[in-house]
C-alpha cells in the first residue's frame, strides 16, 4: 500500500506524462509539520522544463488534481501539499493489517536470493565482552529485516579460532597455568594468563618469538599444541552458545578460522597461477591500486586475515551461491575488506560485486576502546544478567502475581540491552554507561514493550472480535497513528537499503509515543459504536510493535 505512488500517478496525469514517473517518486517529501499535509511534491525542477515559475505550477497542480484520495490539496511556496483522505486511508490500511497481520511489510526484493551474513565472531579464549555485542545485535537484526525483504539470510559466526593469539595463550599457560584453575573457570583464568602475557612481553620480549613459535606448531599439527587448542575452544564454545540462547539469536555455521587452514593453500597457488602475487622482503603480497598490497603470507609462512578471507569467500560462495555477502565487522577493518574485494575483483570473481562491509562504531569506555589485552573489558553475560535482574525487581514490585515472571524477565533484560545498542547509528561510537543500558523508562525497550503489552491487554478488556470488515474510525487523534503505520513498510525497506537498525529502533519508538498519547486522550473502551473500530487500530498497533521489536531481534511479552 503505497500512497506515494498514487500521488505520483495523479501528478503524472495532471502534467500528461511529460516527467519520468521513477524520479518523480523519489522527489516526494512528508513536511515537516502535520498541518502542512501528509505528501509533499516540489515543483522547482519541473521550472525549466515548463518555463513556469515552481509556485506557478503548484498552483496549477493543487487545482488541477483527482482528489478521491486526498481531503484537499495546497499550493505552499512552490510544493504541492496533499492531505490525504483520512477515513478512507484509515479504514484501507487498517484492514491490510488486520488481514496480513505479521506479514505487513513483507517484500521479495530479495527474490529468495541467499545473503550470507558474517556477525557477532568473537575470539575463542577470551570472554565474550561488551566489545562483542555490536557486531551481534547489528548482525542479527540484519539478517531478520533482509529476511523480511525477501531474502533467504544464512548467519555465520567466523569465530576468531586461530592466528598468533594462540601462540600467546599456549606459551602463557606452559609457563603460569594451572589446569586444575582453568578447568573451573576456564574463560576467566584464559583471559588472566593472556593479559599477564601481554604484561610480561613488555619487559621480555623473547615472549614474543615464543608465541610465533607455539603458533607455527599449531598450524604444522604439533599434537599439544592442537590438544591444547582444541581445549580451549571447546570451553568458549560452551561459555558463547550459553550467551546467544540468552538473547535469542542462532546461527547456521560456526565456521571459523581454523576451518580454512587445508583451503588456504589453493588460494595462494591460484593467486601465483594468475600472476597477481609477488615477493618482498621475504613475504607474499598481492599488490593492489590505491591501496597498500594485501599481504598472503609472511616471510615464517604463516598465514593471515586475508588469506583465510579469501579463502572464507571463495568457499561461501561455492557452498551457498550467494547474491549478496555481508560482514558485520568494526569500523577499522575498513582497510581490511577493501583489499579483500580488491583481490577478488583481481581474481575475476564477478559475484563479489555482492559482497559489502556492514562497519560499525565501538562501544567505549571512559572515551577509549575496551581492551583485552589490559584486561580492560566489561562482560557481556555480566550487564544481561545485571539486566533481567532489574527487571524482574521491577515486575516484583508492580506485577507480582505475573505468570512466568522469570521468561519476561529474560525478554525485558535482554531487549533493553539489544535496543540501547541498536537505537544508535551504527557508525557512531557508543560511550557504555550501565545507568542508560539498564535504563526502563525514554526511549527503549521496555517502554515499547509495555505499550506493546497495554494494547494487548485493551484488546482482552474490551472483547475484540476480529472482522474483515473495514474499520471506519474519526478520531483525529489516531491519525498520527495510521501514518506510522503506513510508513513501516518504507522504514524496513530503508533499513535494508542503508544497514541501519536504528531506523527501526526509532519507528518503534515513535509509535509507541503515537499510541500512549492516542490512549491518554480517547476513551478507547467506550461502549460506543466506534468501541470495535478503535479496538481495531489497537489490534494493528500491537502487530506493527511486535512486528518491529522482531526485526530488532526483541520479544514482545503479552503481559508485564
Not at 521479495?108 to 555485542?133: C, Q, R, Y
Not at 510493535?545 to 503479552?558: D, F, N, S, V, W
Request: proline fraction near 4%.
Amino acid at each position: 500500500m503505497n500512497f506515494k505512488n498514487d500521488f505520483v500517478d495523479i501528478l503524472f496525469e495532471a502534467l500528461n506524462g511529460q516527467f519520468e514517473k521513477n524520479k518523480m517518486v523519489q522527489m516526494i517529501e512528508k513536511p515537516k509539520y502535520e498541518h502542512m499535509g501528509d505528501l509533499a511534491f516540489p515543483c522547482y525542477d519541473l521550472a525549466k522544463t515548463l518555463r513556469k515559475s515552481p509556485q506557478h505550477i503548484a498552483r496549477e497542480l493543487a487545482g488541477n488534481m483527482n482528489l478521491s484520495l486526498f481531503e484537499k490539496a495546497e499550493a505552499v511556496n512552490g510544493y504541492v501539499n496533499v492531505f490525504l483522505n483520512k477515513q478512507l486511508v484509515s479504514s484501507l490500511v487498517l484492514k491490510k493489517i488486520v488481514s496480513e497481520k505479521n506479514h505487513y511489510g513483507d517484500m521479495e526484493h530479495g527474490n529468495g536470493g541467499v545473503m550470507t551474513i558474517d556477525f557477532s565472531s568473537p575470539n575463542i579464549a577470551k570472554p565474550f565482552s561488551m566489545g562483542h555485542l555490536r557486531s551481534t545485535v547489528i548482525g542479527h537484526s540484519l539478517a531478520l529485516i533482509t529476511e523480511k525483504c525477501g531474502y533467504l539470510p544464512v548467519r555465520i559466526n567466523h569465530l576468531g579460532d586461530w592466528g598468533t593469539q594462540f601462540g600467546k595463550l599456549i606459551t602463557a599457560y606452559k609457563m603460569w597455568g594451572d589446569e586444575l584453575k582453568v578447568k573451573e573457570q576456564p574463560i576467566k583464568e584464559l583471559l588472566k594468563l593472556y593479559v599477564t602475557f601481554h604484561e610480561e612481553a613488555e619487559t621480555n620480549p623473547e615472549l614474543e618469538n615464543e608465541a610465533r613459535a607455539w603458533f607455527k606448531k599449531l598450524e604444522d599439527a604439533d599434537p599439544e599444541a592442537i590438544l591444547l587448542w582444541e581445549w580451549f575452544r571447546e570451553e568458549s564454545l560452551k561459555e558463547f552458545s550459553g550467551i546467544y540462547e540468552l538473547m535469542g539469536i542462532p546461527f547456521d555455521s560456526f565456521q571459523g578460522e581454523a576451518f580454512y587452514n587445508d583451503k588456504m593453500d589453493n588460494v595462494v597457488q591460484m593467486l601465483a597461477d594468475m600472476n597477481l602475487s609477488e615477493e618482498s622482503e621475504g613475504a607474499m603480497v598481492v599488490p593492489l591500486e590505491d591501496l597498500p598490497p594485501c599481504l598472503i603470507k609472511k616471510k615464517d609462512g604463516t598465514t593471515l586475515y586475508a588469506t583465510r578471507d579469501l579463502a572464507a569467500a571463495i568457499y561461501r560462495h561455492e557452498t551457498y551461491h550467494f547474491v549478496k555477502s555481508l560482514y558485520v565487522v568494526g569500523n577499522e577493518q575498513s582497510l581490511h575488506f577493501k583489499q579483500l574485494f580488491a583481490v577478488l575483483q583481481k581474481m575475476g570473481f564477478q559475484w563479489q560485486q555482492g559482497m559489502e562491509h556492514v562497519p560499525f562504531g565501538m562501544i567505549l569506555k571512559d572515551g577509549k576502546k575496551m581492551s583485552t589485552r589490559k584486561g580492560k573489558v566489561i562482560l557481556l553475560e555480566e550487564v544481561l544478567n545485571d539486566a533481567i535482574k532489574l527487571a524482574l525487581d521491577q515486575i516484583n514490585k508492580k506485577n507480582p502475581d505475573l505468570a512466568d515472571k522469570e521468561e519476561v524477565a529474560r525478554q525485558v533484560g535482554t531487549g533493553a540491552v539489544i535496543f540501547q545498542d541498536l537505537k544508535h547509528y551504527r557508525r557512531n561510537d557508543i560511550e557504555f554507561s550501565f545507568e542508560d543500558m539498564l535504563k526502563f523508562e525514554g526511549e527503549t525497550a521496555p517502554y515499547v514493550q509495555y505499550t506493546h503489552a497495554r494494547a494487548i491487554s485493551l484488546l482482552k478488556k474490551g472483547g475484540f472480535a476480529e472482522t474483515d470488515n473495514a474499520a471506519i474510525i474519526s478520531d483525529l487523534e489516531a491519525w498520527p497513528i495510521i501514518t506510522s503505520f503506513l510508513s513501516f513498510p518504507e522504514v524496513i525497506k530503508r533499513a535494508m537499503e542503508e544497514y541501519d537498525p536504528s531506523l527501526l529502533a526509532k519507528f518503534v519508538i515513535e509509535l509507541a509515543r503515537s499510541f500512549n498519547k492516542y490512549y491518554a486522550s480517547v476513551r478507547i473502551l467506550e461502549d460506543n459504536e466506534l468501541k470495535q473500530a478503535r479496538l481495531t487500530l489497537v489490534c494493528c498497533a500491537a502487530v506493527i510493535l511486535k512486528e518491529g521489536l522482531r526485526l530488532l531481534g526483541i520479544q514482545a511479552p503479552e503481559e508485564m
